[in-house]
């Protein structure tokens, strides 16, 4: 399917509707000839200081998914990023192998982009890191699950940090002091790499300016996403001022 706007790639975004950071970064990351188009996930906007909310807000995801990547279905896309992370990792790689499933189906055909299959595919493009620093938007409740994915995948997780997001809209509200406090927080001699998961934070500059002051990959949710969806499809044009993976990979 020729289009003017997107004659190279058309890459599909499925973002919850709570989310402001990931289709603003997203958008700023699109190489010449390459279009976004978005679909909101209606998710509430439940507290994630307890189990109980948390695990609203995964079913709300779980059930609002399809019908968001279904809705970009006749866009000729590429590729749909499933902006959210949660969900991704909440009960292991089983569930995470059945929801990619699902998601599929509800693509038609388009490729499904996810958190976890993306941030590992950097890793391994990154020269095989396994010594991670973990950065999550979450509390204390919210880490282990992320964690666990990690070490469950070979991946070390030498320290971890939450940025204490209580509601989903909440995670957005960090400030610059945060993400240094805690990139700060988790790097250290036996730290190859530091990895920020959770696609409301919005980390991607942020995450490049970083790698210039402590020597090492630091990997933004969305920049991954976006970067895996890219690379998936073909498009490997280095992009200056993104970062190791985006300049080298």
Known sequence: MSNFLGKRLRVGVAIPSTNTSAQPEMEAMRPVGVTNHIGR????????????GFNRVIENIRSSTPDAIRSLRHCGVGAVIAAVSPDGYWEGHAAHEALHGRLAEAAGGAKIIMSAD????ALKALGGIRRIGLISPYLELGDEPVSRFFTDSG??????????????????????????DAVLDVDGPNVDAIVQVGT????ADFAAAAETWIGKPV?????????????????TDPIPGR???????
């Open 118 to 121: 993306a941030i590992l595919a």
């Open 219 to 235: 990997l933004s949710n969305n920049a991954v996403l976006y970067w895996h969806a890219l690379r998936s499809c073909g498009v």
């Open 155 to 180: 991946i070390d997780v030498a320290a971890t940090h939450g940025l204490g997001g209580r509601t989903p809209s909440n995670i957005s509200d960090v400030t610059l002091e945060n993400l240094r």
């Open 243 to 249: 970062g190791l993976l985006y300049e080298n990979h």
């Open 200 to 203: 409301n934070v919005p980390m």
């Open 41 to 52: 996930m209606i998710i509430d906007d439940d507290s994630l200081t307890h189990e109980a």
